[in-house]
């Protein structure tokens, strides 16, 4: 009897878990007998899902809602009206944070919920679908219709009608659940994010190359001032929105689009008054290596053959210098005897005068300063760089220590000048630093034996050709500086007046000089004051005037000043 009662109870719990399992989807094929909401479901992007997914049998009669009697023997309990968040939590989180949720929120109720852009849960599309995409503007244009023909007339809105399903809509920028206003930083078409939305498509290979677009405008972009700017952390510098526009995305070739070459002058203009006014701008991107100005091309082959050759000679030559003196140091056989001429210590030869010690202390200072903070605008991303950046978004830190830096360098070499014209010892003390003719046999000696060539050291002037080298470089590196960072302070005048290609000229040429000075400083000068194995580990002719040097510099023959009376 046991028995039979426990086979019993197991076959009645069995049917119950069959027509629990079955009971769903026999629910959801009856629905379609009353509810035409069943066929449209089929096509609609929830076509998997049953009725009772979203409309669970509710336990209870509720009040108020008036049910038919064909309707209480289907569900005598009535049925749940579907949340989207139940199964979007996601993206119910994002709406609620995003214009449209917060508006809602704040009790407008005219502000658009998941039905008014997704349509009735019963017949949405799938929202990666081609037909979603191509009615995502309609959808927006319904409340931004004014916007929304903008964008219709755009590059944008032409290939999207065309049936590109690759084009970007009002999604793809705005983002899509939680749209954030463009004042926002967190916003993906506020200005410190453009770049990127923009890039997105721009800075794809395969899209610019199956549609034929430039492949270049990123990184032209990402190398101009304006981009390295706004990496920077700058908000104010222009964007890609700024010169193409927002909704009104035109080709150049329309004479409506704002990059057209008749609108230029006021699209620049903007930023710049009177660019264009009296030379056409030119090209805007600018690639180097790529598709660039001739100038631009002759200024970036120079340099790139100048700097190599430069400091690979200024390696070899105190290379050769370190080895030789160390060996001489470590090896020599016994100390070498005093040379005759020194039995009675000699006074010390002056090297820099008091008010030139002062000179160079500012140099040092304004040029230390220049270095930073102008690589810091070229690379951002560096550690040493983010210090100078850390409120680059509000204010331009970087460029006012820059230009405050330019201005000491300036008046430094302002003052230098005018020196040696009103001061007669000052003039006669540096008319040791002019050329002669014995610079160059005397270089090439000296290059000749720190090469190995050779077993007895050539001797040094005490003002040598290396001397003179570096005060003549300063000179030159400071002329080329000077006008072509002047240039790009006065970038408003230089683009009324000016062609464009003279800034990008000047560009090149300040990015360039800039490096050939911070690789001839550390490697050509801070051999001589620092590394040289005569000096190290530092010649204070900077702060004392008299060098730790020998003024022999190893020759067989003693410096003018210290050959005995009647020789």
């Known amino acids: 009897m046991n028995r039979r009662f426990r086979n019993g109870s197991r076959s009645v719990l069995l049917l119950l878990m069959l027509v629990g399992a079955a009971g769903p989807n026999l629910r959801g094929a009856d629905c379609a007998a009353c509810h035409d909401q069943a066929q449209k479901l089929a096509k609609s992007a929830h076509a998997d899902l049953t009725c009772d997914t979203c409309h669970e049998p509710l336990s209870a009669p509720q009040p108020g809602i008036a ?38 929120k704040a009790g407008n109720e005219g502000a658009p919920d998941c039905g008014m852009c997704h349509g009735s849960a019963h017949e949405l599309l799938d929202p990666k679908s081609a037909a979603f995409h191509a009615a995502v503007p309609d959808t927006c244009g319904m409340c931004h219709s004014e916007i929304a023909e903008q964008y219709k007339a755009s590059v944008h809105g032409k290939a999207v009608a065309g049936g590109i399903t690759l084009a970007p809509v009002c999604n793809d920028c705005h ?132 700097i190599p050759v430069t400091i690979g000679l200024m390696l070899l030559h105190n290379l050769g210098d370190w080895w030789r003196k160390v060996m001489r140091v470590r090896f020599a056989a ?33 040029f230390i300063t220049l270095v930073w903070t102008g690589f ?43 020196s040696l014209i009103v001061n007669r010892k000052l003039r006669d003390h540096w008319k040791e630093m002019l050329p002669s003719v014995n610079d160059p046999r005397e270089a090439m000696a000296n290059f000749a034996y720190n090469l190995g060539l050779g077993d007895r050291a050539p001797g040094r002037s005490p003002h040598s050709y290396i001397e003179k080298a570096e005060y003549w470089a300063v000179v030159w590196g400071a002329v080329v500086m000077a006008a072509s960072g002047l240039l790009l302070w006065a970038n408003n005048l230089a683009l009324k007046y000016l062609p464009k290609v003279w800034l990008d000229v000047a560009t090149s040429v300040h990015f360039y000089e800039a490096l050939l000075a911070t690789l001839a400083i550390v490697v050509w000068h801070f051999y001589s004051v620092i590394f040289d194995p005569d000096v190290y580990p530092l010649n204070t002719a900077f702060w004392t005037g008299y060098s730790v040097k020998l003024e022999e510099e190893h020759s067989g023959e003693p410096a003018e000043h210290l050959k005995p009376a009647g020789d």
Request: aromatic residues 4%.
């Open 67 to 104: 049910v038919s009697a064909k309707a209480k023997t289907a569900h005598p309990n009535g049925m749940s009206k579907p949340v989207c968040v139940t199964c979007h939590q996601e993206q119910a989180g994002d709406y609620a944070n995003g214009v449209h949720g917060l508006a809602r």
């Open 175 to 306: 983002g899509e659940h939680k749209i954030i206003r463009p004042e926002n930083p967190a916003s993906p078409v506020n200005a410190a994010h453009i770049r990127e939305t923009c890039g997105s498509c721009h800075g794809n290979v395969r899209l610019t190359r199956r549609f034929g677009l430039p492949t270049d405008r990123l990184v032209s972009f990402d190398e101009s001032f304006h981009g390295l700017a706004a990496k920077a952390g700058q908000q104010t510098v222009a964007n890609c929105a700024s010169c193409h526009g927002v909704h009104n995305i035109l080709a150049s070739s329309d004479p409506k689009s704002t990059i057209n070459p008749k609108n230029l002058p006021q699209t620049c203009g903007k930023c710049h008054p009177g660019a264009g006014t009296r030379f056409a701008i030119t090209q805007v991107h600018v690639t180097e290596g790529g598709k660039e100005p001739e100038p631009v091309r002759w200024v970036r082959e120079f340099y790139l053959v100048l």
């Open 334 to 366: 016994r100390p070498r005897a005093p040379h005759p001429a020194r039995t009675v210590a000699p006074h010390p030869h002056l090297r820099m005068l008091p008010f030139e010690r002062v000179q160079h202390a500012l140099l040092v200072l304004s």
């Open 376 to 418: 810091a605008l070229k690379y951002p991303d560096q550690a040493w760089a983010r210090p100078l950046l850390l409120i680059e978004g509000s204010h331009p830190l970087r460029s006012v220590i820059h230009r405050v830096a330019a201005v000491v360098f300036l008046g430094v070499a302002v003052t230098h000048l005018v």
